[in-house]
């Protein structure tokens, strides 16, 4: 009886110890404790065994881009502004001309002439010149016998025919003498201008039949031959 338990015992203890023997190491899956590390766990003959793993960090493969605009920024080039320094040109140019004026002294005894010198851009602005230069004299002794206050109202030419047309205040009359030299003067002057052929004095726009009331005015003057 006893030497069937002892038998029994020891093939329990044989079977125990081939049983442990042909047991393999279990491992545990891997998990994962916490980002970048990783853990083996092992299983030896009913023990646990964790060994901590470390995992390399992933290298980023994705190549880093640069961004970069879609468009190249463009540089435009603004042409500085010209400044135009030309002048217009006018279609007539201020002439001079020397002419040859009429006056007469201070006890009116005869009539004196002078030189002056006029500037007109137009036929019409070189008559208004010639008898503004009537009006004025550069000399105390040769006295204008067109008075300043005397005014020319207007200035046609046509034809060879001059027409002047003025407006005389009382204070501008002369006497008889005075009047007749003041006519000569303006005759003289202007038809010094070979284009010239008639003058025609006109007053206030009428054709008057004295200028100062003692000489007949003839409409028009013509040039003596």
């Known amino acids: 009886m006893n030497k069937k338990i002892w038998i029994a015992a020891l093939l329990v203890t044989v079977m125990a110890v081939a049983a442990g023997c042909g047991s393999k190491p279990t491992v545990a899956p891997n998990q994962t404790q916490g980002a970048g590390s990783e853990t083996n766990v092992t299983e030896v003959e009913g023990e646990t065994i964790t060994e901590p793993v470390t995992a390399e960090p992933e290298e980023n493969t994705t190549p880093t881009e640069s961004t970069e605009g879609s468009s190249e920024g463009t540089t435009t080039t603004t042409p500085p502004s010209e400044t135009s320094t030309e002048t217009p040109a006018t279609s007539e140019s201020n002439q001079k001309k020397t002419i040859t004026v009429f006056y007469t002294d201070e006890e009116e005894l005869e009539l004196h002439k002078a030189s002056a010198e006029i500037s007109y851009a137009s036929d019409d ?101």
């Open 125 to 225: 602005a070189k008559y208004k010149a010639a008898f503004e230069s009537l009006q004025q004299s550069k000399d105390a002794k040769l006295v204008p016998l067109w008075a300043k206050e005397i005014e020319l109202k207007s200035v046609q030419f046509k034809d060879g025919a001059l027409t002047l047309d003025i407006h005389l205040p009382d204070t501008a009359r002369l006497g008889a003498g005075g009047e007749s030299y003041a006519l000569d003067a303006l005759k003289q002057t202007f038809f010094q201008f070979d284009e010239v052929k008639s003058l025609d004095l006109l007053v206030d726009g009428q054709q008057s039949e004295s200028l100062m009331g003692h000489v007949d005015l003839e409409h028009p003057m013509t040039r003596s031959e």
